[in-house]
């Protein structure tokens, strides 16, 4: 065996301990999920249990699943789809126009890129408190309309798949700027927008801070929320339970990332070149 196949032969050993490592832990939580509490404490299991219909029974007459699962998917969607838009708007506009204190901003967007959000949860809360926002889905997904790293990384990633000449041409041929933006540069950062996309809908989805301090009523609660309902108790926990609501919580996760996948690859590695 020559030194490039064994280089090559350990990097696929290498590559293949990181996707154990990876899929153990997901693995794991699923076996959970059909085992019972005192199975659980017992120790780790390979394999399946009998109490999956039984966890799944006791979950959702505790529980309203089914309601979590579908305000998690409104406000996840929601908060996609408007950071997606918004945050396309506003790379283009940076990329493309010249405009005063322009660097200043798009400064101003990198600092707040390091500072948590969560700093500023406090204050959100007193404006929503202002505006009658309180309690509501809308609140959840408008923090997302301002998502600094998405605005940085479509920034540099139009950049470096939208040639400027592209657009001068289509406003020779008379095209308006938003028909500019929406018919030719949209579709072109597609990939660089489903890969923040990923990023945005598994944020808002496993968001658990942001609605439990701003949502009252239990109708409204997301699946981290419901989740935590589990978690109140130390000595009366159900394992079980628990695992399984997890493991329903993460499947909306997986399917987006199956359908998904592709983008992600193509938008980071175009992303990243310059032509």
């Not at 120790?43 to 979590?68: A, C, H, T, W």
Request: net charge positive; with cysteine.
């Amino acid at each position: 065996m020559n030194k490039f196949k064994l280089k090559k032969l350990l990097i696929y050993i290498l590559l293949i301990l990181l996707l154990l490592i990876c899929i153990i832990p997901f693995y794991i939580m699923l076996i959970n999920g059909t085992r019972s509490s005192s199975e659980i404490n017992s120790g780790v299991s390979l394999f399946p249990g009998e109490y999956l219909l039984q966890n799944y029974q006791n979950l959702i007459s505790k529980l309203d699943v089914g309601r979590g699962l579908l305000n998690s998917a409104i406000v996840a969607i929601s908060a996609t789809l408007l950071s997606s838009y918004i945050s396309a708007l506003t790379a283009y506009g940076f990329a493309f126009y010249k405009f005063p204190w322009r660097g200043f901003l798009l400064g101003v967007i990198l600092l707040f890129m390091m500072v948590p959000q969560h700093l500023g949860i406090i204050g959100y809360f007193e404006l929503l408190n202002k505006v009658n926002l309180l309690d509501t889905r809308v609140s959840l997904f408008l923090p997302a309309g301002a998502n600094a790293f998405a605005v940085f990384f479509l920034f540099m990633y139009v950049k470096s798949v939208l040639p400027l000449d592209l657009i001068m041409a289509a406003r020779v041929d008379g095209c308006g700027e938003f028909a500019i933006f929406n018919k030719i540069a949209l579709p072109i950062m597609l990939p660089g927008i489903a890969t923040m996309g990923i990023f945005t809908f598994v944020a808002n989805w496993n968001n658990y801070l942001l609605p439990l301090v701003v949502i009252f009523s239990k109708e409204k609660y997301t699946m981290p929320m419901i989740i935590g309902q589990l978690n109140s108790t130390v000595y009366k926990r159900d394992f079980g339970i628990v695992y399984l609501a997890i493991a329903i919580s993460i499947i909306p996760i997986l399917i987006a990332f199956v359908f998904f996948a592709r983008y992600l690859i193509s938008g980071l590695t175009m992303g990243g070149v310059k032509e």
